[in-house]
């Protein structure tokens, strides 16, 4: 199977920070990936597809790059509501694949 | 504005059966592929399975082969997982997603509410 690993698995940040975070895959199968975030109680939403397009709705300090095995999403000015936990996905060979999750917290 | 309704997760007893459902609006549905994806209690996402737009493709993640089946009714625009054999380590909340598919890449646009399916004694 393949593995996307997310780092750090937890952070702890400001608003107005610029925030990274980043996804590794075990093998190199995909130069796409997606992310998502996820609050408390609620479903998933769509951040960022393709590596890199904005999905329509999402704040353009929101940003995605990467390809290969390693994608990163990138926040420019992290704002009260972006406190959330974060999920990067990919296709591959076996189905689809979610990272494990990066919660961002307030410091 | 697009619209997905999951429903019919209840408690139910290891060894069980239990059928969902998610109700789908605002959107062409038989145009879509459509997805389960579950998130068990305190953990991440886990994708659980696939359906193309006319039924002919099915895939599932390796943990749930054999015990579930997902499939759609285009004329009622719905999409259905049911689930046998149940077990504890199938406890989660269950989210039907649309899920768009480009080429060598995928991704999931618009996800219902969740409906939780706890598996116990």
């Known amino acids: 199977d393949i593995q996307l690993t997310q780092s750090p698995f937890f952070l702890s940040a400001s608003v107005g920070d610029r925030v990274t975070i980043t996804c590794r895959a075990s093998?190199?199968?995909?130069?796409?990936s997606a992310w998502y975030q996820q609050k408390p109680g609620k479903a998933p939403k769509l951040l960022i597809y393709a590596t890199s397009k904005l999905q329509t709705g999402v704040p353009s300090r929101f940003s995605g790059s990467g390809s290969g095995t390693e994608f990163t999403l990138t926040i420019s000015s992290l704002q009260p509501e972006d406190f959330a936990t974060y999920y990067c996905?990919?296709?591959?060979?076996?189905?689809?694949?979610f990272g494990g999750g990066t919660k961002v917290d307030i410091k | 504005e697009v619209q997905l309704v999951e429903s019919g997760g209840h408690w139910v007893q290891p060894g069980g059966s239990l059928r969902l459902s998610c109700a789908a609006s605002g959107f062409t549905f038989s145009s879509y592929w459509m997805s389960w994806v579950r998130q068990a209690p305190g953990k991440g996402l886990e994708w659980v399975a696939n359906?193309?737009?006319?039924?002919?493709?099915?895939y599932y993640v390796d943990s749930v082969k054999g015990r579930f089946t997902i499939s759609r009714d285009n004329a009622k625009n719905s999409l259905y997982l049911q689930m046998n054999s149940l077990r504890v380590e199938d406890t989660a909340v269950y989210y039907c997603?649309?899920?768009?598919?480009?080429?060598?890449?995928?991704?999931?646009?618009?996800w219902g509410q969740g409906t939780l399916v706890p598996v116990s004694s």
């Open positions: 093998q190199g199968i995909s130069d796409y």
């Open positions: 996905q990919q296709l591959n060979s076996y189905g689809v694949t």
């Open positions: 997603a649309r899920y768009i598919v480009l080429s060598v890449t995928t991704w999931f646009d618009y």
């Open positions: 359906i193309k737009q006319d039924g002919s493709e099915k």
